[in-house]
């Protein structure tokens, strides 16, 4: 079945630092989403891409759409205490449900002050 | 606004028990879906309700079903419940639940320890 791989499963930055995560899915996708989940929280929406090499920015964050639709990465330029959480990544092969939708295992990141 | 809301927070059962769980989306959002999430694990999609129809079904046993009542408000049930089933139960909610158009809202959760 599809399967959507996220690496790395953690990552330890110095403040300051520049962090990027990666997904991977099997199959090619119609758009990808990113979450962000807090320690304790539940995710929160982060962005949507749709078409084939997409880059997409939000203040210090960059998020690509492979050429293939099958990958895509979040980079986030000099990190914050306040980016600490784990990064999810959220394949869609349909355009009308989440039923098709499958969560990568998610990125760890810890910010060392 | 509110967000959407979900209860309760917490719950302990023992292994064989039933459990329903309780979602209110976002005001004027007609779509509800349910995912497991398990500790160190991402969301995993359970079901989703438009308009109080099933629109998507995840690979979850029959032991799992849900329900979407006419003011969009949800419900999910497990029965039986198994150890395996401890997880984070996360109800998110959106306008009309196009996955490629819209944003989804994830509530709080619900979280569920088995016993």
């Not at chain 2, 004027?28 to 999609?45: A, D, I, T």
């Amino acid at each position: 079945g599809q399967q959507v791989m996220q690496i790395p499963q953690y990552q330890h930055v110095q403040e300051g630092e520049d962090f990027t995560t990666y997904c991977n899915s099997s199959t090619t996708l119609s758009n990808i989403q990113w979450y962000k989940q807090r320690p304790g929280g539940h995710p929160v929406f982060l962005i949507q891409l749709v078409k084939s090499g997409e880059v997409k920015k939000q203040k210090r964050l960059t998020f690509q759409f492979g050429e293939a639709k099958k990958n895509s990465s979040l980079h986030i330029t000099a990190t914050q205490t306040t980016d600490v959480g784990t990064y999810f990544c959220a394949g869609l092969t349909s355009k009308t449900s989440y039923d098709k939708v499958i969560f990568g295992p998610g990125t760890s990141l810890s910010v060392i002050p | 606004d509110a967000g959407v809301t979900q209860s309760p927070t917490h719950l302990i059962k023992t292994r064989g028990q039933q459990v329903t769980l309780r979602c209110s989306p976002i005001s004027g959002h007609k779509s509800v879906s349910w995912y497991q999430q398990v500790l160190g694990q991402g969301p995993q999609f359970i079901f989703q309700y438009y308009e109080k129809e099933e629109r998507g079904r995840g690979n979850f046993p029959d032991r799992f079903s849900a329900r979407q009542f006419p003011n969009y408000s949800s419900e999910l049930n497990v029965n039986a419940l198994l150890l395996g089933d401890s997880a984070l139960y996360l109800c998110a909610s959106s306008f009309a639940g196009l996955a490629g158009a819209e944003t989804q809202y994830f509530g709080p959760g619900t979280r569920l320890l088995v016993l």
